[in-house]
């Protein structure tokens, strides 16, 4: 999410950009009575396994109970929306691997939402709705041929594939502090914290709006800065850049939850000299927008 962090839970127009990196589900039947669930990680190694019972989508046996009990509460929500969905008591072995490194945070959730909304033939924002408490943004991504402005307020909820090509995207990295955020929390906290809420959804808005007509990287910058100063002054979350890269010389800006996952950094100094500032703070996944924006 490159703008609308937070806010777009209140209602505020978020900018999202969808990666090239996703997951893919491929479903066989078979003559079990069960559904059999395995997930790889990129480089094909299963990480979750279970055995799911059809009749209320337990698990029979897992290695990971916390996983087992989201994929219940996620298949019984679905059958909720297409009651024909698994109905007819046909085992099935499900194999699902995702294109990026599990601790990246690019939306295994969100991703594995739409997979089974298209296999249960059900709308996957609704299926996300009933399962989740974010704000849908990342499942609207996860079919989205492009970048996304999307709203979820109390009178809609709508994505819109908008035009977002900035002509310095080669001055824009995407930076993996090595920390997986939790999402639920930081929205937990977020909701605890914020203050004036109308004032900062009308301020995110705004700045959603105007950044993607922006056509120098000093005007994106100054949204950049403008954005991350809304987030903190409304929360008193602390940013990024003043706690961890206050001698950096471009923009650093958080995106989704606070605290974790990736940031966002532009710099005028080329890959290499990015690269090099990074490392010496020991993190060495920068990637470059082409890279990873689809």
């Known amino acids: 999410m490159l703008t609308g962090e937070y806010a777009v839970l209140d209602g505020a127009k978020a900018l999202g950009l969808p990666t090239k990196f996703g997951q893919k589900m491929v479903i066989k039947r078979t003559t079990s009575s069960d559904l ?60 699902t691997q995702v294109e990026f490194p599990l601790d990246w945070g690019l939306g295994s959730s969100s991703t594995l939402i739409f997979l089974v909304s298209e296999w249960a033939e059900v709308n996957p924002l609704l299926l996300y709705f009933k399962t989740e408490d974010g704000s849908g943004y990342d499942v609207a991504c996860a079919f989205a041929d492009g970048p996304v402005e999307y709203i979820n307020s109390t009178d809609e909820v709508s994505y819109t594939e908008v035009d977002f090509n900035p002509k310095f995207k080669d001055q824009l990295y995407f930076v993996h502090l090595g920390k997986k955020q939790n999402t639920a929390l930081g929205i937990k906290e977020y909701l605890k914290a914020v203050k004036n809420k109308s004032s900062l959804v009308k301020t995110i808005t705004k700045i959603t709006e105007d950044i993607r007509t922006v056509s120098t990287l000093s005007d994106f910058d100054a949204l950049l800065i403008k954005h991350e100063d809304a987030i903190a002054t409304h929360t008193g979350f602390a940013k990024v850049k003043d706690t961890l890269f206050s001698d950096y010389w471009g923009v650093v800006k958080s995106l989704g939850a606070w605290g974790g996952d990736f940031v966002l950094a532009t710099s005028d100094k080329g890959l290499d000299a990015t690269k090099e500032y990074f490392a010496s703070k020991g993190l060495s996944t920068v990637l470059p927008y082409k890279e990873i924006i689809l």
């Open 36 to 95: 059999i669930w395995e997930s790889l990680d990129m480089k094909g190694k299963p990480w979750f396994e279970s055995t799911i019972s059809l009749f209320d989508f337990s698990a029979v046996t897992t290695n990971n109970q916390e996983i087992s009990n989201y994929l219940q509460k996620l298949l019984k929500n679905a059958v909720r929306l297409n009651s024909e969905f698994l109905s007819q008591w046909n085992g099935f072995k499900i194999e």
